[in-house]
């Protein structure tokens, strides 16, 4: 059984991704901000389907491939379609509730603490965020 949920979970990520990449031809009147918008729109709802059709491992752990689309929408859309594409997740993932809310949420505020230290300290650098245990 969850072999073919999980079959099932990638057929519809090829699909908004084959969707995306026929229409995104065809919308070629559009800025290149409305494109990426565009593009984040689309990634997001696919990995929102992705997760609806997500295997639940554990009480709260869930297998899908939200981060095949975001990883697409980082790649076609830049930084403004995974902003787009990681706030319906986000919801998403915050909605379903669940064990592996929490350690996300934490790794995503820790990446998110690295990336800045980084950019602070100029281009081309690895941070590691402080551990949280020692800072409080």
Known sequence: MPWQVLIGNVAAVSLVISVWMHLHYKLY???????????????????????????EIDSGYYLDLRSTLLAVSAVYGGPLAV???????????????????????????AADEALYAAKKHGRD???AAADQARAA
């Open 83 to 109: 902003l787009v594409a990681g706030a319906f997740t986000s919801v998403q993932r915050i909605s379903m509730g669940g064990a592996g809310v929490e350690p996300a949420a934490e790794l995503v505020g």
């Open 125 to 127: 650098r690895v941070e």
């Open 29 to 55: 009147r559009l800025s290149k901000v409305q494109a990426k918008l565009g593009c984040g729109l689309m990634m997001g709802l696919g990995a929102v389907l992705s997760m609806i059709l997500s295997v």
